[in-house]
């Protein structure tokens, strides 16, 4: 693990809402793994959870908003305190006593902790290129301790949007696409096991008869609860 007393680089390479957004998905699968619900049925039943988990696993990036006002660089507030532990209990602390999205306390406060860490270990991992050159900025993962931290091996190539045309630049088109191919055959691995654990459940993903899909239906409605 790599150190950093302060930023080598005032302008940060970072992992695209398109990872993060995925990895707030994750955390939905693991919320719904109990559930009796088809996929497509449990996105429809819990799409309050499936909207705020996939929020809170982007939101650490809200400082990225500080520094709009900052002409020379947008970067000059990002990777600040809200790329923190500190923030990720607090705020999953805070959303859980306002809304237990998972029935009981705790696991609500764990999937929300869950989707904001997901982005904090994204982060990590992400620098401007892929293998072990330590090429990440680094986070504040111990705030208010100054020390950053970064892997040294990098398994995301991360955007630059320190002005307009690097955020519209080729190069992060290429990463975003990049992360949408990796971060998505991850996904489609999960959704698999997701399924399989369905199945062993007693759960049918065949299609449905039209007698079938009622039946189903009344079902859902009947037994399904947040486990
Ligand atoms: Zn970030």
Redesign the pocket.
Known sequence: MRLHGCHPDPF?A??SPVA?TLAGFWTFLLLTARSKLLLIAACVRYLPQLILLVLLA?L??I??LFGLGDRANWDAF??GF??SFVAAFVVAFAVTCVWRMAGSFWRSFSLCFLAYSS??L??FF?GTKLGWNSTGSG?PLLWPLAKEFGSPLILVVGVKHKDFPALFSLANLQSSLYELLVFGVFTAALLVAWLRHQKSRGVSHQPQTPARAVYNSNSMQSNERIP
């Open positions: 940060h970072v992992a993060h982007n650490p990036d400082d990225f990002h990777h809200t790329h982005h904090l994204i982060d992400t986070i």
